[in-house]
């Protein structure tokens, strides 16, 4: 069973930079395609990230591109997302997530591609 738990965030101000990383545990790391999503209070969990099995693609939702940067660390067993230009429209619970089994990407990415999850960490923005 994958296991996945997140850590970083915090309280931030507007244009602050901040990373989260996420540690899994469990399954076969370097066949896992890996995602970030967040969920605003009264929003659907949206696509922020993704990267794939062999880091060798990254894709974004529309709304961080160009700010966040997806990586993997394939020998620590970790993923990370650097948020640069921080926006309070940033502020959400962020969850990572985690699919085995060397599978490719289809567009568009859902919460419903990936079968586990962590419990999140909150991220807030401040004007």
């Known amino acids: 069973q994958i296991h996945l738990v997140e850590s970083g965030g915090g309280l931030v101000e507007a244009g602050d930079t901040l990373t989260l990383s996420c540690e899994v545990s469990g399954g076969t790391f370097g066949s896992m395609t890996l995602a970030w999503f967040r969920q605003a209070p009264g929003e659907e969990r949206e696509f922020v990230a993704a990267?794939?099995?062999?880091?060798?693609?990254?894709y974004y939702g529309d709304s961080v591109k160009g700010r966040f940067t997806i990586s993997r660390d394939d020998a620590k067993n970790t993923v990370a997302l650097r948020m640069n230009s921080l926006k309070p429209e940033d502020t959400a619970r962020y969850y990572c997530?985690?699919?085995?089994?060397?599978?490719?990407?289809?567009?568009?990415?859902?919460?419903?591609?990936?079968?586990?999850w962590g419990q999140g960490t909150q991220v807030t923005v401040s004007s």
């Open positions: 990267i794939t099995y062999s880091g060798g693609s990254t």
């Open positions: 997530a985690a699919r085995g089994g060397y599978t490719i990407v289809v567009l568009p990415i859902i919460p419903g591609d990936f079968p586990s």
